[in-house]
């Protein structure tokens, strides 16, 4: 299990800083979509340039041009491209056949996908790294928790990896590894926490024991 630093509100300087903070207690940082909007794929270069051990997962959220677009996010050296599940399979298989030649990882985000099994039994045909269940902002806003939507995909999917995200905190974390996910993925759960340093390590230190058991 790994646990995953989202960065979305923050501009390349900040995000370097922010991963300075919490290097030693994260094993992927993700640069989430709002940054890549904001900076362009600059800042997967970036982020992968100034931390070369780490993974770095480039949030692009595909729809579309599954191949063209993965070939560029691991051309700024991605590890991990994001496509979304709610698009069509040929997109996915356009990614998943690129990334084998680039050397990088899919992770298929299922963010809005109406029947989650059925989508995360299809996608696991696919050839996919991660499925990802993952609780909106907006969503999140209204109560909402993918703790269910993971044990929905860990009773159908066989081949990939399992991810969750979506608000997840130090106080609901011990619920989430519980499912046991492969990847945990956390945002304002340490972003938005004075002590960044201090949240990530317990959070690993969670993770870890999980793991052992």
Not at 60 to 66: E, N, P, Q, T, Y
């Amino acid at each position: 299990m790994k646990l995953q630093l989202a960065l979305d509100l923050v501009n390349i300087p900040e995000a370097i800083k922010v991963v300075r903070e919490v290097e030693e207690y994260i094993d992927v940082v993700e640069i989430g979509t709002p940054v890549v909007i904001n900076e362009g794929l600059r800042a997967v270069q970036e982020i992968k340039e100034a931390f070369p051990n780490l993974t770095v997962l480039a949030d692009l959220k595909i729809m579309d041009a599954g191949a063209y677009e993965v070939m560029k996010a691991s051309e700024a050296g991605a590890n991990i491209i994001t496509v979304l599940g709610a698009t069509d399979d040929s997109t996915i298989k356009g990614a998943v056949e690129e990334a084998k030649k680039q050397g990088t990882k899919i992770l298929v985000d299922m963010i809005n996908v109406k029947d989650l099994a059925k989508r995360a039994y299809e996608v696991d045909g696919l050839g996919v790294d991660y499925i990802c269940v993952h609780t909106g902002y907006d969503l999140q806003a209204a109560g909402e928790t993918p703790f269910e939507q993971l044990q929905t995909i860990k009773r159908v999917v066989r081949n990939a990896k399992t991810a969750v995200a979506g608000g997840i905190k130090l106080n609901t974390l011990p619920e989430v590894v519980k499912a046991q996910p492969d990847l945990v993925i956390v945002g304002g759960g340490i972003t938005g926490q004075d002590d960044k340093k201090a949240v990530a390590a317990k959070m690993q230190e969670l993770i870890k024991q999980k793991s052992l058991t």
